[in-house]
Each structure stands twice: as structure tokens, then as C-alpha cells.
């Protein structure tokens, strides 16, 4: 039984391996991680507590040929190539480019674009299936709570990860803590690929981000409990005496180890990034005068309905809308949702990034993406599909601060790749191949290539595909 359940829980690697056995010069096997050196297939740090274990799958040197190309970057090439090898991008360009030395796969009529980004996911901290047991996000305990690390709650054997990738092309993707707390803690991001442990998942390199919550989330828990915060001049007041707190920490020698005010003291030092979850224009407004007030920056707002109102603060602050296609009215702070919010912010000139904060989203960011452009067009902003990819791909890695590592098909960049039945921007749309590193991770014309959690085995839906 264990073996048959590790060789089914390794899915798609198990092959990946076998395929690669007989041509080792040509594999993406090199190691990628946070610590500089490695020891086997474990490597450690003594300066990164729980620092990445992670490794690149063996892949193939693979070329695309045929396909539409959206890069992610806002460019897009009809007739397009794509050549990867060991774990990196090599080139993409039209049909001049040579595929020599390459396994060359015929995309004529299908559509690569770099792979899908989830800036906001809690895969892993609430898992399937949702049950008190696995509900890990919320350390709901205290207004601020910046001591707490989502990886520490990450389950590995959560199948939303697979469906992610094999239903959403989904190849990296932030777990954040959730929104009970003003400060909720540590965010972390991951390659979207099995391991027995998060640090296997923990992508290398990306740097930490940093939950914050603000509105009635926080009000409502403790405000319920008979304590501060209970409005929102509270949830200020209390986010403002945690951060001057955290300020004397920082410039002080910082030899007493207190692990929340570390985390802070990452923020002020720019180390860590600021992920805010906010949906009224004027808290977004007042939590950027705070953040030049502390002296640190806010990286994104996170679901921001009321975004389309403050455009122009977003864009000249230089902060992201990482925002839904159309989620609103389920609570008061989201009742003023519109459907063009995505458009409205793209016209006024600030990054916008599609977000799921869904087990199911997660799996149709594109088709959520479309939406977004859809009701755009409707009151005349046209946006190209080139453009909109980048709403989940490259803007998103900005947000994570991962964009010179993936995001968008560029020389040298991860080989996180998805091949894509049809236009990824349509309803139809499925991803056929997907890539993690150059390795083939998910082949919906491959059975065996359908990785599926340990948890899985024997249950209904194991592996389910839509």
C-alpha cells in the first residue's frame, strides 16, 4: 500500500523521471533553491529558517511550434515558437526560430501563454475537505498576529492543488492567512507542484508577503467578542500603536527575539511585502496615508471592489488591484462591486491582478480574467487578450515579486508553461500540457500524468479533471 500510494501520489513526476532516465544531459533536474548549497535531495540553511527544499522535476528540451503566443508581458505572436530547456525559457518568436535538438510538439491552432499566477489562494490552510480539522488560516486569537507563518499551516495532499494546475494551469500561486485579523501574519509562495512537505513546494527566492486586514472582517470578530477593535476608528487606531511599536523594535539592536515584531521589522525594511485585503475606496485611501505615516508600502489591495473609485491614488502609489471578475453584495463593504472594476482600473492606469480567495476560481482564473474584459468592452474600454493575460501572469508576479523569475515567457525565465486547447480567454478553453521548470507536470491526453494527492486514493473524484 505505501508504495502504491507514493507512486500515485507522485503522478506526473513518477513518468517525468522515467522519461528522463535515458537522456540525462538534456534534463531540468538542476537544483533551485533559497540556501546556496545542497546535500542530497535535502538541503538546509542556518540563516532561512524553513527555507525552500524545493527542486525543478527532470523535463525535456520542448518546442511549441504553431501556436498563438501571449507572453504575458502584453505581446502576442500568431504562428508562434516557444523553445525551453533545462528548467529555462530559451526563446519565443515566430517560425524562423529552429527546433533542433528539441522535441517538437505541433500547437498549430492552440495558444501557450506563460503559466497561471494566483496572487490570492488558501489551498493548503483550508483544505479539501473543508472540515473543522483542516480549517488552518485564521489564527483568531489576537487583532494582530504577524508572529504566525501560513507555510506552518500548508498541507501538502490538499487535491485543490492538483485541480488548480490541471483545471486552471495554475503553476505558482500565494497562500495567505486569512482576513480575521488586522495583521493575520506571514504569506508564502509555492510552485504548484507535489511534495511531501511545504519546503519542497516553497517557491525559491520569492520574498514573504505580509497578510493585513482591514473593514468589517476584524471589527466584527472582536468587536462580537467585547473588545478592540469594534470599528473601524479602532481597527486603525490598533494597526497604527502595533506598527510605532514595531518601528522602536526595528531601530533598535533587534536582540531580544520577538518573532511578530520581526516580521514587521521585514516590512519596514521592504524585505517582506504588504498584501491588504480592503474593499471601500476611502479605507484604501487611509490605509496608504498610514502606510506613509509607518513608513512601509503597500504591495496590493487584495479583492478591492471599490477599486475602480481610486484609480488614479492606486496608480500613483503604485499599488495593485488584485481584485474578483464579479464577486459583490455578500456583505455591506462589497455592495458598491461592479463588473467593469478590472477595466476601470487598467484605464486609469494602475496594475490590475485577477485573484480567485477560491478553491474553485482557482481553477478558471482565465475564464474569470474574460469576465473582467467582457464587461469592459460592454461600456467601450477595449482591452487586448494580450493584456488581459498579464492580469494573471506577469501582474501577478510583480505583486509577489517573483517577476524576474516567471510571469511572463522571457530568455532565461522559469519554463512554467501552459499549452492551451483553444483560446484561453473562452469558456472552452482547457489547459492541455502544463510545464512547472520545463517539466511536464499535468497532459490531459496523458492518464498517467494526472497527479493525485496520497489523500486521494480510494476516495470518490480521485484526480477528478473537469
Not at 492543488?161 to 486569512?178: C, D, E, W
Amino acid at each position: 500500500m505505501l508504495q502504491r500510494s507514493l507512486i500515485a501520489g507522485l503522478g506526473a513526476p513518477v513518468l517525468a523521471l522515467t522519461l528522463s532516465a535515458c537522456a540525462a544531459a538534456d534534463t531540468g533536474g538542476k537544483p533551485r533553491s533559497a540556501s546556496d548549497t545542497a546535500t542530497g535531495t535535502e538541503r538546509v540553511s542556518d540563516a532561512v529558517p524553513y527555507a525552500s527544499t524545493y527542486e525543478a522535476y527532470p523535463g525535456r528540451p520542448t518546442a511549441l511550434v504553431g501556436a498563438t503566443v501571449f507572453d504575458g508581458a502584453g505581446g502576442s505572436i500568431p504562428n508562434g515558437t516557444v523553445l525551453f530547456r533545462d528548467g529555462k525559457v530559451v526563446a519565443i518568436g515566430g517560425a524562423e526560430l529552429s527546433t533542433e535538438g528539441y522535441d517538437t510538439i505541433d500547437a498549430s491552432g492552440k495558444f501557450v501563454t506563460p503559466g497561471i499566477i494566483d496572487i490570492h489562494s488558501h489551498l493548503g490552510n483550508y483544505p479539501t475537505p473543508s472540515v473543522q480539522a483542516h480549517s488552518d488560516g485564521n489564527e483568531a486569537t489576537s487583532p494582530t498576529t504577524p508572529d504566525v507563518w501560513a507555510e506552518h499551516s500548508v498541507w501538502p495532499q490538499d487535491p485543490g492543488f492538483s485541480r488548480a494546475l490541471a483545471n486552471g494551469g495554475v503553476t505558482s500561486l500565494q497562500i495567505l492567512p486569512g482576513s480575521a485579523n488586522l495583521m493575520g501574519g506571514r504569506s508564502v509562495t509555492l510552485k504548484n507542484v507535489y511534495s511531501r512537505t511545504v519546503q519542497g513546494m516553497k517557491f525559491p527566492g520569492a520574498p514573504y508577503g505580509f497578510k493585513m486586514a482591514c473593514g468589517e472582517n476584524p471589527k466584527r470578530v472582536y468587536g462580537n467578542r467585547g473588545r478592540k477593535p469594534a470599528t473601524r476608528m479602532g481597527n486603525f487606531a490598533v494597526n497604527r500603536q502595533t506598527w510605532f511599536d514595531a518601528k522602536a523594535y526595528a531601530e533598535g539592536d533587534r536582540e531580544n527575539r520577538d518573532l511578530g515584531k520581526e516580521t514587521l521589522a521585514g516590512v519596514l525594511d521592504g524585505d517582506i511585502l504588504v498584501h491588504n485585503h480592503c474593499y471601500r475606496a476611502d479605507e484604501m485611501a487611509l490605509v496608504m496615508d498610514m502606510a506613509k505615516e509607518i513608513g512601509y508600502k503597500v504591495t496590493a489591495f487584495h479583492h478591492a471592489i471599490e477599486a475602480y473609485k481610486v484609480g488614479d491614488l492606486l496608480r500613483e502609489n503604485d499599488v495593485c488591484a488584485a481584485i474578483w471578475a464579479d464577486w459583490y453584495g455578500f456583505k455591506m463593504e462589497a455592495y458598491d462591486g461592479i463588473m467593469e472594476n478590472a477595466a476601470l482600473v487598467q484605464q486609469a492606469g494602475a496594475c490590475v491582478v485577477i485573484h480567485s480567495d477560491s478553491d474553485q476560481d482557482i481553477q478558471r482564473l482565465n475564464q474569470e480574467a474574460a469576465k473582467a474584459q467582457a464587461a469592459g468592452a460592454r461600456m467601450g474600454i477595449d482591452i487586448s487578450d494580450a493584456e488581459v493575460i498579464s492580469w494573471i501572469t506577469l501582474n501577478a508576479a510583480k505583486a509577489m515579486g517573483i517577476d524576474e523569475m516567471t510571469g511572463s515567457l522571457e530568455a532565461g525565465k522559469m519554463a512554467d508553461v501552459v499549452l492551451w486547447n483553444s483560446d484561453p480567454l473562452s469558456v472552452y478553453a482547457r489547459p492541455e500540457k502544463v510545464w512547472i521548470d520545463g517539466a511536464l507536470m499535468y497532459d490531459s491526453l496523458d492518464p498517467k500524468r494526472r497527479p493525485v494527492s496520497d489523500f486521494e486514493l480510494g476516495q470518490p473524484g480521485e484526480g477528478d479533471v473537469k
